[in-house]
């Protein structure tokens, strides 16, 4: 750094101090309790949001809300579900955690059913967006599997119930990749100008840990994060890598030969591929040891309901293992739910034999390791490293 | 009374302009929800924080930014070169030498932007594919040996699709400006003993300078906040844009603050180019009368 340069930088640092300070500012510590899986929590509880009393009969009438991502619950089930309680049900979408929240905090909004991911949970129970669930009227949360029956980020389940599981591995053109599986997949140069990573800051920095036998995948150092940005970078000139999340179409169409991604993606890529392909091309790799990652999703009653009965109800309905499987048809994302097993998905015929692995069960997400709430301080280091990789260093 | 005629204008600049401008710089300046970790905007200017202001400041001068911004800095300019070899011939053509076709010229060359931008691109992605028609074709006409990897992080086809998406932008207002010269002037210049060439060069040239500084403003300037173009040719780190940090901090993320200060340090940027614009044009208004 030349010494004009070394000045003006020196001068723009030195704004930083500029600017009063007003109480209240967050100090990069977690307002949250950052709970894990071998130190879970229950989420507080509030006076003045309780939950509602035993035994009442479902709302009528009206608008049932729901707040979700898109295509994330299939419509049919929805409406089947408005039909027989005498309801119209609306959905408003959101694409990312931070969207959702900002949509539940608006002054006025209101929402019956949220579709939350688990690391947004507790934020949501303190700052006092979410409604305990009255376990009463959630007698099928028994068909989840045993351990999200009482998970560690929302112990005793009192906001929350599992909605989806997923994995987050390497999907590949089985016509096109026949050796080498691994995450080295996606630092192999055959296949350079044709490889994806999930654009998304911790699932992309993770999978660089986990690639070189890393499992801190939720580390707070900063020099360990900025390692894995390091090892990411190598995936620039190597492989003039890209990021995305519509693997399902990419590597359906042949535009991705490996694409790292969610094993949801790669069972709805089944329903993207160009006419007269055979969905025998697709394929989904994801590791036999403890170096993967596995997500749930949730769902839960916003503090706003205007029917929190019958959003208790559509909960149920959605852990009910026939309509599970009949929303699965839809999303492609799988329930967690005891009745849904690899085989019984290629038995019918909802998954090939090649992408069997794309189906998680209790065992693989026992194993595998997870993407957890971290503080903000670490948050925006994680953040940064990645965007530094997105502008290509 | 006549500057009750600017009160529309005036509250529309202040409504549309001044107080998202202002709203982007307190989000900016402000700080964080300790629980949600979400952008709490501070309005009063007395508190107001400059630390992600100064951290953004410092990578775009000397750090990762530094860059992406270069780069967006180099891809504009190339896609602004292009749209001058391109689009002035155009209108040079169609307001000096369309004749009566001059309409139908003019409805055709905005014909594409009658659909959808994004149904527009997306047909594209399919024509750039590897075994696209655009390879098909520069295969069998034998231009290159092998498929050229359009979508693969190519910075041609970033600063392609920039021209692609911007270019009736250059050529309306840059028609508009050739269309009102005196033909009486060229005939002048002739009569004096210029060329047709040299008419060019000493009479239309000049005289469309003010028309080619606003057609290359109203092109540049969306240019450089425009993300989406890059993101659906290409996706890579190697192209990365500055409106794609833009993007990435604001629409994903906790750091909403280093969004909202890349914001006002691109407007800062645009603004000095918009001065330049604004200094230039007067100059030639002057040189013309």
Same mark, same amino acid.
């Given at each position: #750094? /030349?010494?004009?340069?070394?000045?003006?930088?020196?001068?723009?640092?030195?704004?930083?101090?500029?600017?009063?300070?007003?109480?209240?500012?967050?100090?990069?510590?977690?307002?949250?309790?950052?709970?894990?899986?071998?130190?879970?929590?229950?989420?507080?509880?509030?006076?003045?949001?309780?939950?509602?009393?035993?035994?009442?009969?479902?709302?009528?009438?009206?608008?049932?809300?729901?707040?979700?991502?898109?295509?994330?619950?299939?419509? /049919?089930?929805?409406?089947?579900?408005?039909?027989?309680?005498?309801?119209?049900?609306?959905?408003?979408?959101?694409?990312? #955690?931070? $969207?959702? +929240?900002?949509?539940?905090?608006?002054?006025?909004?209101?929402?019956?059913?949220?579709?939350?991911?688990?690391?947004? +949970?507790?934020?949501?129970?303190?700052?006092?967006?979410?409604?305990?669930?009255?376990?009463?009227?959630?007698?099928?949360?028994?068909?989840?599997?045993?351990?999200?029956?009482?998970?560690?980020?929302?112990?005793?389940?009192?906001?929350?119930?599992?909605?989806?599981?997923?994995?987050?591995?390497?999907?590949?053109?089985?016509?096109?990749?026949?050796?080498?599986?691994?995450?080295?997949?996606?630092?192999?140069?055959?296949?350079?100008?044709?490889?994806?990573?999930?654009?998304?800051?911790?699932?992309?920095?993770? *999978?660089? #840990?986990?690639?070189?036998?890393?499992?801190?995948?939720?580390?707070?150092?900063?020099?360990? +994060?900025?390692?894995?940005?390091?090892? *990411?970078?190598? *995936?620039?000139?190597?492989?003039?890598?890209?990021?995305?999340?519509?693997?399902?179409?990419?590597?359906?169409?042949?535009?991705?030969?490996?694409?790292?991604?969610?094993?949801?993606?790669?069972?709805?890529?089944?329903?993207?591929?160009?006419?007269?392909?055979?969905? $025998?091309?697709?394929?989904?790799?994801?590791?036999?040891?403890?170096?993967?990652?596995?997500?749930?999703?949730?769902?839960?009653?916003?503090?706003?309901?205007?029917?929190?009965?019958?959003?208790?109800?559509?909960?149920?309905?959605?852990?009910?293992?026939?309509?599970?499987?009949?929303?699965?048809?839809?999303?492609?994302?799988?329930?967690?739910?005891?009745?849904?097993?690899?085989?019984? #998905?290629?038995?019918?015929?909802?998954?090939?034999?090649?992408?069997?692995?794309?189906?998680?069960?209790?065992?693989?997400?026992?194993?595998?390791?997870?993407?957890?709430?971290?503080?903000?301080?670490?948050?925006?280091?994680?953040?940064?490293?990645?965007?530094?990789?997105?502008?290509?260093? | 009374?006549?500057?009750?005629?600017?009160?529309?204008?005036?509250?529309?600049?202040?409504?549309?302009?001044?107080?998202?401008?202002?709203?982007?710089?307190?989000?900016?300046?402000?700080?964080?929800?300790?629980?949600?970790?979400?952008?709490?905007?501070?309005?009063?200017?007395?508190?107001?924080?400059?630390?992600?202001?100064?951290?953004?400041?410092?990578?775009?001068?000397?750090?990762?930014?530094?860059?992406?911004?270069?780069?967006?800095?180099?891809?504009?300019?190339?896609?602004?070169?292009?749209?001058?070899?391109?689009?002035?011939?155009?209108?040079?053509?169609?307001?000096?030498?369309?004749?009566?076709?001059?309409?139908?010229?003019?409805?055709?060359?905005?014909?594409?932007?009658?659909?959808?931008?994004?149904?527009?691109?997306?047909?594209?992605?399919?024509?750039?594919?590897?075994?696209?028609?655009?390879?098909?074709?520069?295969?069998?006409?034998?231009?290159?040996?092998?498929?050229?990897?359009?979508?693969?992080?190519?910075?041609?086809?970033?600063?392609?699709?920039?021209?692609?998406?911007?270019?009736?932008?250059?050529?309306?207002?840059?028609?508009?400006?050739?269309?009102?010269?005196?033909?009486?002037?060229?005939?002048?210049?002739?009569?004096?003993?210029?060329?047709?060439?040299?008419?060019?060069?000493?009479?239309?040239?000049?005289?469309?300078?003010?028309?080619?500084?606003?057609?290359?403003?109203?092109?540049?300037?969306?240019?450089?906040?425009?993300?989406?173009?890059?993101?659906?040719?290409?996706?890579?780190?190697?192209?990365?844009?500055?409106?794609?940090?833009?993007?990435?901090?604001?629409?994903?993320?906790?750091?909403?603050?280093?969004?909202?200060?890349?914001?006002?340090?691109?407007?800062?940027?645009?603004?000095?180019?918009?001065?330049?614009?604004?200094?230039?044009?007067?100059?030639?208004?002057?040189?013309?009368?």
């Amino acid at each position: #750094m /030349d010494r004009r340069r070394f000045l003006l930088v020196s001068a723009l640092a030195a704004t930083a101090a500029c600017g009063g300070e007003r109480p209240g500012r967050s100090t990069g510590s977690s307002a949250v309790p950052l709970t894990r899986t071998d130190s879970p929590g229950a989420l507080p509880l509030h006076d003045d949001i309780p939950q509602i009393a035993d035994g009442l009969s479902p709302e009528s009438g009206g608008v049932l809300k729901i707040l979700n991502y898109p295509e994330y619950v299939s419509p /049919d089930v929805l409406k089947a579900f408005g039909k027989t309680h005498g309801v119209e049900v609306e959905v408003t979408t959101f694409n990312t #955690m931070e $969207d959702a +929240i900002s949509k539940l905090r608006t002054p006025g909004a209101s929402f019956d059913v949220w579709f939350p991911t688990p690391d947004v +949970i507790g934020k949501a129970a303190v700052g006092k967006l979410l409604q305990p669930l009255n376990k009463t009227y959630l007698g099928n949360l028994a068909n989840a599997w045993p351990q999200l029956q009482s998970p560690f980020y929302d112990e005793g389940s009192r906001y929350s119930v599992p909605y989806c599981a997923y994995t987050s591995g390497v999907g590949y053109r089985a016509d096109e990749v026949t050796a080498g599986f691994g995450y080295g997949l996606l630092w192999d140069p055959a296949y350079k100008g044709k490889a994806y990573l999930i654009d998304d800051h911790r699932e992309g920095l993770a *999978l660089a #840990m986990l690639k070189n036998g890393s499992r801190e995948i939720n580390t707070e150092d900063p020099a360990k +994060i900025r390692q894995a940005g390091t090892w *990411l970078s190598e *995936l620039v000139p190597l492989m003039n890598i890209k990021t995305g999340i519509a693997a399902y179409q990419l590597v359906a169409e042949g535009q991705a030969t490996v694409h790292h991604c969610w094993s949801g993606d790669m069972i709805n890529a089944q329903s993207y591929l160009p006419k007269g392909v055979d969905a $025998d091309v697709l394929g989904y790799w994801y590791p036999s040891d403890d170096l993967g990652v596995v997500g749930t999703d949730s769902l839960a009653v916003p503090a706003s309901a205007t029917k929190p009965v019958l959003a208790h109800l559509l909960l149920n309905h959605l852990l009910d293992p026939a309509v599970a499987q009949e929303n699965f048809s839809f999303t492609g994302y799988q329930p967690a739910l005891s009745a849904i097993t690899p085989e019984k #998905m290629v038995t019918d015929e909802f998954v090939t034999e090649a992408l069997k692995s794309a189906i998680v069960t209790p065992d693989v997400y026992a194993r595998s390791r997870q993407i957890f709430q971290i503080s903000p301080a670490a948050e925006a280091v994680w953040l940064d490293t990645w965007s530094r990789f997105k502008a290509g260093q | 009374m006549w500057a009750l005629f600017a009160a529309p204008g005036t509250l529309w600049l202040v409504l549309l302009f001044a107080v998202p401008f202002y709203a982007v710089a307190a989000v900016a300046f402000g700080y964080t929800d300790p629980v949600f970790n979400a952008p709490v905007p501070e309005w009063d200017p007395r508190y107001w924080d400059f630390t992600a202001f100064s951290e953004i400041l410092t990578r775009s001068v000397a750090g990762d930014l530094r860059p992406v911004f270069l780069r967006t800095l180099l891809y504009v300019a190339l896609a602004l070169g292009l749209c001058v070899a391109i689009g002035y011939p155009v209108a040079y053509y169609v307001s000096r030498h369309a004749g009566r076709h001059r309409a139908l010229l003019l409805g055709l060359i905005l014909a594409p932007w009658w659909v959808n931008y994004l149904t527009r691109m997306l047909a594209w992605l399919n024509l750039l594919q590897d075994d696209g028609y655009v390879n098909d074709l520069l295969l069998f006409t034998r231009i290159v040996d092998e498929p050229v990897r359009w979508l693969s992080g190519n910075p041609v086809t970033v600063v392609l699709a920039l021209v692609y998406g911007y270019i009736p932008f250059f050529i309306v207002p840059l028609f508009s400006t050739l269309d009102r010269i005196d033909p009486l002037l060229l005939e002048a210049a002739r009569d004096l003993g210029c060329s047709g060439r040299g008419a060019f060069w000493h009479v239309t040239l000049p005289l469309s300078r003010p028309g080619l500084l606003t057609a290359s403003a109203i092109t540049a300037l969306p240019m450089f906040g425009d993300y989406y173009t890059n993101t659906l040719v290409s996706g890579s780190p190697t192209t990365t844009m500055i409106a794609n940090q833009i993007e990435f901090y604001l629409l994903g993320g906790t750091r909403k603050e280093l969004g909202a200060s890349l914001v006002l340090l691109l407007s800062a940027l645009l603004m000095m180019l918009m001065v330049y614009y604004l200094i230039s044009n007067r100059r030639a208004e002057e040189e013309m009368s």
